[in-house]
Structure formats: structure tokens, C-alpha cells
């Protein structure tokens, strides 16, 4: 089969060959609905510049970068998301493991750039905040998008959600439903969504009066086994709490399976609820009552942002934040105390 070409794409477009290129390049001036269209013909005729010789047109690589520190579900979704948005603007995804905790860190990121042909790099949490990439990046004069960053929000584009909202909202739902001792475990403290969940939870008891106790706000990173720590702490106190909001479904959903192990029912005895609503946590029994965060949505807008051009650097000054809306999931974890 012949490979579909420009012109395939134009001629059942009904549109220029331009008119394509310039869709295809996310350049601006060109009406929406004439760039679905274009979008959506190269989709149905699985049209794909050939990236080596767009490259040799322009100064650009057609190259995405995506960093991040961990493996975790959180990352999976967004790079998901970046995937699916280069794909649509015929551009490829550079995936880059960073370890934050090497000793040569600064000559690693030196290595990354000068080997690395790209148009901007996607940073996700804790990448985000790291002083030694973010100056490699600068350094090297590659844009960069944040994801949820806790430092230095002026210099440059960021996606994020309402952290400190939705954890207020996921506290609320426990208060709502007559939970007077509720217990948090905290992501990791560099972190900047485990500290903004925190303050949401807070602010949701003050609403009602609350004043939260030391000893059920407990230490976590995102990660399984602290969830099972911080779940046997929570539940040995002489005053066990009778909910715990897990910062995120990982620990939430260790948090049911310590419940299990000690003898207790969720929500009979216990009421879990977590953030992300990453697949599992709609597969368990009881589903988990979670907070549901546009992770693949996020991570096609910041690769949108880098092909769109609009990728800044610290000298191009603040900007304004991309926000998405989370969804509460009430499932069955969570149900008024006995």
C-alpha cells in the first residue's frame, strides 16, 4: 500500500497543503474547526509526517521529552497522555529516567541535554523542583512544562489540579457522612500535592470546627508499603480513627488490605478513601472511594504546550497555570461510621 501522503490528507480535507503542514506543526491561525477536521482526516488515513525531513525544514526535532523520578500509575496515565497527543501531531516521545539521588546528578543532566535532540521536556513530580535539572534545562535553552510543581511557579508553563480543593472536598464527603476522627496519611514532603492535600484536609476539619489530632495526620511517599505503616500506627492508637484519606489509591489500598489483615470490615468498621483513582481501585471489593485525577488529559496538555511552541524558560517570565477539574468517586469503601 502506498504511504498516504500531504496531499492525501489536504485533498479529502478540503484544505491547502499548508493548511495541513500548519495543523500538523500546531502552529496558530488556523480556525478550529478547520483544525479538527485536518486532525481527524490524518487520524482516519493514519497519516504520519516523516519526521526526518520536517527536521531538515526547520530548526525543530519533533521530539517530546518526558522525565520522571519513579515509576508509579500517576506517571504511567500522563506519559499515556503525552503519548496520545504526540502521536495526533506527528511527533515521538523521549522517555527519561532521572535519579535524583545519584551523587552525579549535575554531570547526568549535562550528558541528557547534550545528547538529547528535543523541543521542550515534560518534568513530573519530584523532577519538577530539582535545582540541578531545572538549571541543566535552562542552561541548555530546552523549555520545559511542569506537572504540579512546588518551587519557582513564575518561570514557566505548568499543568496541575486544585490539590488543596479536592482534598477538602474527599475530607468533606468523610465529615458529611459523620466521621468526627478521620486519619491522613501524607505523600512524601517534597512533594508539593502531599503538602496542598494536607492543608485541604485541615481546612475541611477547621469548616467544621475540628482541630485535627497529631497523632492521626501520619508520614507516607506514595508508595504500598507506607500505606500498610501508616494504616498500623492509625489503627493500634487507643483511639483508632474511624475513616483514613490515603494521599493517594497506592496507600489507600494498603491501607484495606492492613483492615483485612487486623479483622476489620471496610466501610463496616473502617472507611477508606484515596486520590488519583488510578484502574484498581475501581476492581477491588469494596471499590475505593477516590478523588479521580485527569492524569492522561494532563500530560497530552503539557506535550501541547511544547508543540504549540509555548514552552518557556525561566527568562520568558510567569504563567498562568493550567488547571483541571477533579471528580469525586464515591464507591463502596466509604459509608457512615457505626
Known amino acids: 500500500m502506498a504511504s498516504v501522503t500531504i496531499t492525501d490528507v489536504a485533498r479529502r480535507a478540503g484544505v491547502s497543503m499548508k493548511t495541513v503542514s500548519r495543523v500538523m506543526n500546531a502552529e496558530p491561525h ?3 474547526e478547520v483544525r479538527e477536521k485536518v486532525l481527524h482526516v490524518a487520524r482516519e488515513l493514519r497519516y504520519r509526517p516523516k519526521v526526518s525531513a520536517r527536521s531538515l525544514a526547520g530548526a ?3 521530539q517530546v521529552g518526558f522525565a520522571l523520578n519513579v515509576v508509579s500509575p500517576y506517571a504511567m496515565h ?11 501531531r506527528g511527533f515521538h516521545l523521549v522517555v527519561e529516567p532521572i535519579d535524583l539521588s545519584s551523587p552525579d546528578l549535575a554531570s547526568d543532566m549535562e550528558a541528557l541535554v547534550n545528547g538529547l535532540a528535543i523541543d521542550g521536556m515534560i518534568l513530573l ?5 530539582d535545582a540541578v535539572v531545572l538549571g541543566a534545562l535552562d542552561e541548555a535553552g530546552i523549555p520545559c512544562v511542569r506537572l504540579a510543581p512546588a518551587t519557582a511557579r513564575e518561570r514557566g508553563p505548568i499543568v496541575e489540579v486544585d490539590d488543596e480543593g479536592a482534598a477538602r472536598i474527599i475530607t468533606d464527603h468523610l465529615l458529611d457522612l459523620g466521621h468526627r476522627r478521620i486519619g491522613l496519611i501524607q505523600g512524601p514532603p517534597n512533594h508539593a500535592a502531599s503538602v496542598r492535600r494536607l492543608e485541604g484536609f485541615r481546612k475541611a476539619l477547621a469548616g467544621r470546627g475540628l482541630q485535627p489530632d497529631p497523632a492521626l495526620i501520619q508520614p507516607g511517599t ?5 500505606g500498610l505503616e501508616g494504616a498500623e500506627r492509625l489503627l493500634a492508637l487507643p483511639d483508632p480513627p474511624t475513616a483514613i484519606f490515603a494521599s493517594n489509591d497506592e496507600m ?11 479483622g476489620l470490615r471496610v466501610p463496616e468498621d473502617l472507611s477508606v478513601a484515596g ?6 481501585a475501581g476492581m477491588i471489593w469494596p471499590g475505593l472511594t477516590t478523588m479521580r485525577q485527569p492524569m492522561a488529559d494532563m500530560g497530552a496538555a503539557a506535550a501541547e504546550i511544547i508543540i504549540s511552541r509555548s514552552g518557556k524558560t525561566s527568562a520568558d517570565g510567569p504563567a498562568a497555570p493550567l488547571r483541571f477539574d477533579c471528580e469525586l468517586v464515591v464507591r463502596g469503601s466509604t459509608a457512615p461510621p457505626r
Do not use: W
Open 252 to 262: 489507600a489500598l494498603a491501607v484495606m488490605a492492613k483492615a483485612q489483615a487486623l
Open 125 to 129: 513530580p519530584p523532577v519538577c523542583d
Open 60 to 62: 525543530r526535532s519533533y
Open 275 to 280: 486520590f488519583d483513582d488510578i484502574a484498581s
Open 30 to 32: 488556523v480556525r478550529q
Open 78 to 88: 500522563a506519559q499515556l497522555g503525552a503519548l496520545r497527543a504526540c502521536h495526533d
Open 222 to 226: 506514595f508508595y504500598y508499603r507506607t
